[in-house]
C-alpha cells in the first residue's frame, strides 16, 4: 500500500478523532507506509505513539510493538481497544498470560483481526512466539522508547540488543524506532544496534521556550533560600527533587514547618502513601511534593510552575526530562537548579561501586552537568547543544529565558564554604 492512495486525514479523525497532525507525524506516518525504516526522536508528549498506531490500524497485518513497560503497553492496549469495537485489534504478548489466552491471541493474529500486537522486548526472544510470528502477515515492527538499547541512554535494557536479530527472522518489515532521547550518541547507537543506518529520520525541536532556566550556587542557606522561593510563588504547584530519600523527608518537614503544603515521594514509602501523595499534588491538595526520581512518570499536571533541583542529577537527560515536567500547558516553568560540587563528588563516590565500563559512563555524562552548571552562556543553548541542536541565543524562541543571559556574570565557582547538607 502506498501513502498516496490512502487520506490519512480522514484516518486520524476515524480512529483518533484529530483534525490536525502533530508536528511531524504525517511525515513518519508516510514514511512508515512507504515502508522505509524510519526513526523518530521527539520530546516526551510529542505524540510519538500515534506514529505507528494510526500506520497499524489502516494497514494490512499486525504491528509488533515493542515496549519496555507492561504498565504502558497495557495503557496503549485498553486505549487501541476503546477506539474499535473489536478486543482484538490489540494484544499484549507476555509471560502472564495463560494457555487459553495465547491461543486467542494466536487466533486473532491469523485472521487478521489484530492491527497491534504488544510485547516485552524479552517475550519476544520465545522461540514458540518468533515461529508463530514467522508464518503470519506482520505490517512492520515498532521499537518504542529505543533508547533502550543504547548503555548511554537513562534505561539500559540489555534484551533490547536481541531485537534485530529477532526481527531479522521476520523477513523484510520495515522498522520504526521512536524515542526521546535526544543525544547524538545514543542516537547513533540505536541506529547501528537496530541495524539500520538507512533510516529516514525526523527529529522535532526540543526547545521549551516557556522554562526559565536558573542555577543557584549551593550554600548552607539552601532551606530558607528554597522557602524564600516558594513563598514568591505562593499557591503555585512545585517539584523538588533531591537525590535520597532522606533528604527527601528532611525538605518535605522544613517547609511544612515554615507552612508550606509539601508532602514527600520515593519509593521507600509504601505504595499507599506514594498514590495518596501523589493524588494529593494532582487534586491541588497541596502544593509542593518533594521527590526522589521515582516520582514523574507519566505525570501529566499541565501546571507545574516550578522544578527545583535541590541536588544535581547524573545527566542532563535526566535534567531535561525533569525540568520537562514544568509548564506543560506553555505556561511559565521556572526550572532552578541548586549546584556545589561536593555533590557531583557525592555522586562520583555512588558510582564508584559499579562495572568500570558503567562508571565511565556514568562520570563521562556527570562532567556534562558540571559544564551546564557552570557555563556562562545560554543554558538553553547549552542544553540544546548537548542534544545535538543548534539555537540561536539571540533570536531563538525563549532565548532570554535564563539566568546567564539576563544577568551575565562570570562563571559560577564551587566556593570552598559551601557546606555538606
Ligand atoms: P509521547 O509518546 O511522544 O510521549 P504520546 O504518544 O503519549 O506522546 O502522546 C501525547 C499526547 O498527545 C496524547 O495525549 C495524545 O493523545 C496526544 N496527541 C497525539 N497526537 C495528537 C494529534 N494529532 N492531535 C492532538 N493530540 C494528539
Ligand atoms: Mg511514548
Redesign the pocket.
Known amino acids: 500500500m502506498n501513502s498516496n492512495e490512502i487520506d490519512i486525514h480522514k484516518e ?1 479523525k476515524k480512529y ?1 478523532g ?1 483534525s ?3 508536528g511531524l ?1 504525517e511525515q513518519v506516518i508516510k514514511s512508515l507506509l512507504n515502508k522505509q525504516n524510519t526513526f523518530v526522536i ?1 520530546p ?7 506514529c505507528y498506531q494510526l500506520p497499524a490500524l489502516i494497514q494490512e497485518g499486525t504491528a509488533i510493538v515493542v515496549s519496555p513497560l507492561i504498565a504502558l503497553m497495557k495503557n496503549q492496549v485498553d486505549a487501541i481497544r476503546s477506539l474499535s469495537s473489536e478486543n482484538g485489534v490489540a494484544h499484549v504478548l507476555n509471560s502472564s498470560l495463560t494457555k487459553t489466552e495465547i491461543a486467542q491471541v494466536k487466533k486473532d493474529i491469523t485472521s487478521g483481526l489484530t492491527k497491534l500486537l504488544y510485547v516485552a522486548p524479552e517475550s519476544l526472544t520465545k522461540e514458540e512466539y518468533v515461529n508463530f510470528l514467522k508464518n503470519v502477515t506482520i505490517s512492520f515492527v515498532a521499537i518504542d522508547e529505543a533508547h533502550c538499547i543504547s548503555e548511554w541512554g537513562h534505561d539500559f535494557r540489555p534484551e533490547y540488543r536481541n531485537l534485530k536479530h529477532i526481527i531479522k527472522q521476520l523477513g523484510d518489515v520495515p522498522i520504526i524506532g521512536l524515542t ?1 532521547t535526544a543525544t547524538p550518541k545514543v542516537q547513533e547507537d540505536i541506529l547501528k544496534n537496530l541495524d539500520m543506518t538507512d533510516a529516514t529520520t525526523f527529529k522535532a525541536s526540543f526547545n521549551r521556550p516557556n522554562l526559565y532556566y536558573e542555577v543557584r550556587t549551593k550554600t548552607k542557606n539552601i532551606e530558607s533560600d528554597i522557602i524564600r522561593f516558594i513563598k514568591q510563588h505562593k499557591g503555585k504547584s512545585g517539584i523538588i527533587y533531591c537525590l535520597s530519600r532522606k533528604k527527601v523527608e528532611a525538605i518535605a518537614e522544613v517547609l511544612q514547618v515554615n507552612g508550606i503544603s509539601a508532602v514527600p515521594y520515593h519509593a521507600g514509602l509504601d505504595a499507599k502513601t506514594r498514590a495518596r501523595h501523589q493524588d494529593m499534588f494532582l487534586m491541588e491538595d497541596v502544593d509542593v511534593v518533594v521527590a526522589t526520581i521515582a516520582f514523574g512518570m507519566g505525570i501529566d499536571k499541565p501546571d507545574v510552575r516550578f522544578v527545583i533541583h535541590h541536588d544535581i542529577p547524573k545527566s542532563l537527560e535526566s535534567y531535561y526530562q525533569e525540568t520537562g515536567r514544568a509548564g506543560r500547558d506553555g505556561g511559565e516553568g521556572h526550572c532552578l537548579a541548586y549546584y556545589s560540587y561536593k555533590d557531583v563528588e557525592k555522586l562520583e563516590k555512588f558510582m564508584s561501586g559499579k562495572p568500570v565500563a558503567e562508571q565511565e559512563i556514568g562520570f563521562a555524562l556527570l562532567q556534562e552537568v558540571v559544564a551546564y552548571a557552570e557555563t556562562s552562556m545560554s543554558r538553553r543553548r547549552f542544553l540544546l547543544h548537548y542534544f545535538g541542536e543548534e539555537f540561536d541565543d539571540v533570536n531563538g524562541e525563549g532565548a532570554d529565558m535564563d539566568d546567564n543571559v539576563r544577568n551575565p556574570k562570570t562563571k559560577v565557582e564551587a566556593i570552598d564554604q559551601v557546606v555538606q547538607l
Open positions: 486520524l483518533f484529530f490536525q497532525f502533530k507525524q521527539m516526551t508528549g510529542g505524540g510519538k505513539s500515534l526521546a
